[in-house]
T-cell receptor, first 115, second 117 residues
Framework: AQSVSQHNHHVILSEAASLELGCNYS??????LFWYVQYPGQHLQLLLK??????LVKGIKGFEAEFIKSKFSFNLRKPSVQWSDTAEYFC?????????????FGQGTTLQVKP | NAGVMQNPRHLVRRRGQEARLRCSPM?????VYWYRQLPEEGLKFMVY????????ESGMPKERFSAEFPKEGPSILRIQQVVRGDSAAYFC???????????????FGEGSRLTVL
């Protein structure tokens, strides 16, 4: 069965600090990978996604993620965080072979950016 | 994405009552997914539906929970005889049909927060 693990449950950073959130998945086949963000009181929004090609993908608001197949990882990075990045971040995966399209989510990481 | 509409946004029920949560997918989307988010946990898949069909209900509790997506109208997640452990945020997501630009991305609603007293 697929699973997704996010190592950091709660991260506190000061503005301008660099961010890296870890995400590992377990699945032997080909996967699509996603990072979603949930700002306080809002719905989940897609930050970025990886399907194929360049393993370094860029998303909205200066975020990027790198797919490392050998490590089953898809870590999220941002060189300099802002207070407005305070939110909950979810890594998700679906199996390319799946006929359901359902996403399996990690448990989420709460990011708090101090001004 | 504001296109997926969920209501009610907040629902309070007493133990033993029924909860009905509604979800209207984005226009043009025929696939609906329900997820549950318990406090301090991530989103757990519950059920995947297409119009008039349940495709995958592997995440649904065996009792008291049911879901439907009728030909007309919104998808409904129904919880009978609610218990305190059902208190959670329930998120609906939708996606377009396979082969019509589906990229695997799910579009989420703002969630329905159920509180069981």
């Amino acid at each position: 069965a697929q699973s997704v693990s996010q190592h950091n449950h709660h991260v506190i950073l000061s503005e301008a600090a660099s961010l890296e959130l870890g995400c590992n998945y377990s699945y032997g086949g080909t996967v699509n990978l996603f990072w979603y963000v949930q700002y306080p009181g809002q719905h989940l929004q897609l930050l970025l996604k990886y399907f194929s090609g360049d393993p370094l993908v860029k998303g909205i608001k200066g975020f990027e993620a790198e797919f490392i197949k050998s490590k089953f990882s898809f870590n999220l990075r941002k060189p300099s965080v802002q207070w407005s990045d305070t939110a909950e971040y979810f890594c998700a995966v679906n199996a390319r072979s799946s006929n359901t399209g359902k996403l399996i989510f990690g448990q989420g990481t709460t990011l708090q950016v101090k001004p | 994405n504001a296109g997926v509409m969920q209501n009610p946004r907040h629902l309070v029920r007493r133990r033993g009552q029924e909860a009905r949560l509604r979800c209207s997918p984005m226009k043009g989307h025929s696939h609906v997914y329900w997820y549950r988010q318990l406090p301090e946990e991530g989103l757990k898949f519950m059920v995947y539906l297409q119009k008039e069909n349940i495709i995958d209900e592997s995440g649904m509790p065996k009792e008291r929970f049911s879901a439907e997506f009728p030909k007309e109208g919104p998808s409904i997640l129904r919880i009978q005889q609610v218990v305190r452990g059902d208190s959670a945020a329930y998120f609906c997501a939708s996606s377009p049909s396979r082969g019509t630009g589906n990229t695997g991305e799910l579009f989420f609603g703002e969630g329905s927060r159920l509180t069981v007293l």
